[in-house]
């Protein structure tokens, strides 16, 4: 009795106090998690760190747009006191119901390197697009920067899909090794891409970016000698990202690089096809003819990529041009210094998009077509991998082509468009963008891996510019980082051509400006005024039309509906009147202009409505009276009195 009477007691105390000890485990449990949650709302209201989305509006002026975060590069940039800016490329919040919106994604070819906005393939590309669909609003969307890797593409890709896109453009690879997060790079945080994707949704958390800022601290002090270039003398972002610059052919980083780009392309891929947008990849292009390799292992001459190079050339000056070919990209990927892609990855894009049926850019081909003897080389590229102004109108006609052949944007396209040369000849850049260009690419072969890293950087050593152009990229490329830019550059130039009454170049150089910012209307109103000076009529017609297909203003309306009046064509100035009056109800100019328009056309009934209103609002406003006269002179002859409107 007494053994029951215990094993009793004990049951029921068990039963008693087990759901305690549960509350108590659990809140045990808890505690640390609470805790993370008041440090992480504390460090939000407090306002540690940058904000890192990846879309954030443009501004109060223009509340309609969205744009790219020019911090959003912190988020892989995090050692280096200096890190790439994405373009500044908007997009409207609400895509309108004729909308085609494209992004665009890469590293530092697609951004345009070396040159600014205005020559990147993806606004060459817009601009073709929006002429071949002008009843679409087309966008596209640069999201491209330097020294990113496909990790970067992949961390976008949600918030890239949160924006209703179209389509999805791919020309990536050449970073993958020194690129940041990449297996070889300095902004490195492992070799496992599942671990790495896993660190950059993390990001999103206020605590781990301040966890993430005192280990990069530490690591700053810890590799301070290795990163002291970076403030004691000139460096490109080029030799300060790599963390290993010797990766042998088919070693195992060279097999773990292949295999992150792997991974990362099927991931892009795969959120591409759940959310059922179309996703178009690209081969990759590299200088192989005029880029000699810029390290050789020679122990063993099957893989030294100097005996390699030298035999291709030997091949080529027999006019043996398949077999050099094939021997410059052999020794193009027996390099050990990874900043051209192997052809690997050119495999790997293919073999991915049969797989998951995706198109594929012939961007190879393209540029070998359009190099002498199909050896891709200094013709179309102006260093080992980046295009040339020539090269990047074949790169947007590669893509342009494309798209057509698949009929993305509607399944038939108009015969007879105009080619990519016509564009070529008319399109916006001066002589400042080609100088920005050679002297940064100056700038760059000053340096590792040009020349050898015993060597001090050479800077622009040398160079003397004898024209205000040319001082003024140098300017630019040595204060880069103290926001000095491009845009800049060309609007000191127009406002000295204006000044000295060289209209005609001060327009070309704003011409460059909305080629560059095409949202940015200041650049439209000052074009428009110096073809003002030069009586250009139909210029200023061509320049304020083409501003609509960027963006609606009141601007372009009125200034279009003025130059319709000049020119008696009544009906088109009445549709940009009403547009205009849409921005601005009650605008007596615009009222007294619209009752013009409807004269001039015989609408009389619709001019006397006008007329009402601009004497109602604005009873003495200059001009009324004769209007009225005109008014009551047309409704006698019941016709349209075109040459007596005021």
Known sequence: MKHMHTHKSSAEAKKGIRPKYLLFYFLLICIPFLFLALVEIGLRIGGYGPDLRLFIPVSEELPQFLRINPQVSRRYFYLLSASPTPSKDLFLKEKPSNGYRIFVLGGSTTAGFPYGNNLTFSHILQKRLIDAFPERKIEVVNLAMAAICSYTLVDFMDEILEQKPDLILVYAGHNEFY???????????????????????????????????TIGKIRIAVLKKKLENEKTGPVTLMERIVANPNIPYGSALYQKGKKQFESNLIQLVKKCKKARVPIVLSELVSNIRDQAPFASIDEDTTLSAQFMFQKARSLE????????????????????????????????????????????????????????????????????????????????????????????????????????????????????????????????????????????????????????????????????????????????????????????????????????????????????????????????????QESLAYIDTPFAHRGLANLYIQKKQYREAIFHLQRALAFQPNQPELLYSLSVAYLGAGFLNEAWVSIQQLEREYPSYPGLAQLKKTFRKGLELQMPIREEVP
Not at 190 to 210: A, D, H, I, K, S
């Open 317 to 544: 000056s027999q006019n043996r041009w398949e077999e050099a070919r094939a021997l410059y990209y052999r020794a193009k990927d027996l390099d050990p210094v990874r900043f051209r892609a192997p052809e690997d990855f050119n495999t790997i894009i293919h073999q991915i998009a049969e797989q998951m049926d995706v198109p594929v850019v012939p961007m190879k081909k393209a540029f070998e077509l359009a190099s002498p003897h199909g050896l891709i080389g200094q013709t179309l590229l102006c260093d080992h991998l980046h295009p040339n102004i020539d090269g990047y109108f074949v790169m947007a006609d590669a893509f342009f082509n494309t798209l057509k052949t698949h009929g993305f944007i509607s399944s038939l396209w108009k015969p007879n468009l105009l080619p990519s040369s016509f564009y070529r000849r008319h399109w916006g850049y001066t002589a400042l963008d080609s100088l920005y260009g050679e002297i940064g690419i100056r700038f760059l072969k000053g340096g590792w891996p040009f020349r050898p890293k015993t060597l001090p950087h050479l800077g622009l050593s040398g160079y003397e510019p004898k024209t205000l152009p040319e001082s003024l990229a140098v300017q630019l490329i040595l204060e880069k980082n103290t926001g000095f830019t491009l845009e800049l550059g060309h609007l000191r130039l127009a406002e000295y051509y204006e000044k000295k009454g060289e209209f005609e170049k001060a327009f070309q150089e704003y011409r460059a400006l909305w080629y560059t910012i095409p949202h940015e209307i200041l650049f439209y109103q000052k074009a428009v005024r110096v073809l003002s000076a030069m009586k250009a009529t139909d210029s200023m017609l061509e320049v304020l």
């Open 179 to 213: 690129g940041a997060m990449g297996v070889a790079s300095m902004e490195s945080f492992g070799r496992n891409p599942q671990f790495v994707r896993f660190y950059l949704q993390m990001e999103r958390f206020r605590l781990f970016l301040l966890i993430r800022d």
